[in-house]
């Protein structure tokens, strides 16, 4: 598992926690079953608040990325691996829809975006 936290984004903590975690599981780095560290354990190594972690750990079980066991601990929730990609690819396009608007309110036509992706990615 490995957060980075950028202090001086706009992106709040916990939102930064439940992408990169997301991420890692939905690519295969966080293998399916395997126990996340408690959350006061990735609260103490990354220097912040218990209540940030726990809200990280919310999303990412509303996700159904993870699962918690009262007294175990938190897992990585199985899936099979088409799941995570229908998964993964379900994530993208809910973040392109919101983002989508920004664009729009832009001004910013399709042509103008297609050429920024291709530019950035």
Same mark, same amino acid.
């Given at each position: 598992? !490995?957060? @980075? ?21 939905? !690519?295969?780095?966080?293998?399916? +079953?395997?126990?996340?560290? +408690? #959350? &006061?354990? @990735? ?5 912040? +608040?218990?209540? $940030? ?14 699962? $918690? &066991?009262? *007294?175990?601990?938190? %897992?990585?929730?199985?899936?099979? &691996? /088409? *799941? ?8 993208? @396009?809910? &973040? ?5 608007? %920004?664009?729009? /309110? ?9 050429? #920024? @992706?291709?530019?950035?990615?």
């Amino acid at each position: 598992m !490995d957060i @980075v936290i950028a202090e001086r984004s706009d992106t709040p903590i916990y939102e930064q926690i439940h992408v990169q975690l997301a991420a890692q599981i939905l !690519d295969g780095r966080l293998e399916p +079953s395997s126990m996340l560290p +408690s #959350i &006061r354990t @990735v609260a103490r190594e990354l220097g912040i +608040s218990v209540i $940030t972690i726990k809200k990280a750990w919310e999303l990412l079980e509303a996700d159904d990325l993870i699962y $918690t &066991r009262p *007294g175990k601990g938190a %897992f990585v929730s199985p899936h099979p &691996r /088409d *799941g995570l990609t229908a998964k993964r690819h379900t994530f993208a @396009v809910e &973040r392109f829809r919101h983002d989508a608007r %920004f664009y729009r /309110d832009l001004a910013i036509t399709r042509d103008e975006l297609i050429d #920024i @992706v291709k530019q950035e990615y």
